[in-house]
């Protein structure tokens, strides 16, 4: 079976079916070092269901997923937990722990899979704490903490481990325009910065456009465009442009649930 050699992230013809649903239908994808890809597509498209793939949290009906050399559902668990060392999440909701304060959060990747002194994981986290902005926010707890500085610990905490790939679960969740714009520009300097590749799933167009160096879209469990933000604008696909405008008439809704209620 031949292995990728350039590309940090490959899918090959994956399938993924529930016994209600198929959810991913041959899709295939290559991610090349230092992209930014954004996966688009309606809730429920399989954007999430793509990063937890990658992860191994999930197991493909056909297919194969590579991250670098390692074809991900042929790990044991112990190779499997090493290779997510070399992978940062971050959630959609940021996922703290409501019960350790911002230093132990960050610190979590650190204590688990590493045997770092407690002095090496404070400087570390001390480190990426600064490159978001939170250097003084340390033994805050997470009920004290806006949004965007949740989103930004995260963030620090998806670092620690100096992944050579960064996942981001609907970044702007739940966040204001301009709190969403501070994210992402966020993103984009720490990704380029730590020259680290990332995948970023969201169905918010502004940001995916700030953010991308490649767009792909997902409909009916198959990627139907695959791009970059200059061309993408341009693809003369209907549902790609219902998606980009947002509008109500067009193929998307059609035979949907949701149609009903535009009429």
Known sequence: MTQPLNHVVELRDVELAF???K???GVSLAVNPLDRLVIMGQSGSGKSTILRLILGIL??????IFFKQFEISRLSRAKLQQVRAQIGMVYQYSALLSSRNVRDNVALPLE????KSTEEIDQIVDEKLELVGLA???RLMP???SG???KRVSLARALVMDPHLILFDEPSAGLDPVISSVI???IISLTERSKVTSIIGTHEMDSAFRIATRMAMLYHGKVIADASPEQFRDIDDPVVQQFLSGSTEGPILEGSKDAVATK
């Open 184 to 186: 992402d520009e966020l």
């Open 136 to 138: 003084d926010s340390k």
């Open 59 to 64: 197991q493909p009906t056909a297919g194969e």
């Open 112 to 115: 688990e899979l590493t045997r």
């Open 148 to 150: 965007g500085m949740r």
């Open 19 to 21: 016994p209600e649903k």
């Open 23 to 25: 959810v991913l239908d």
């Open 143 to 145: 009920s004290e903490l």
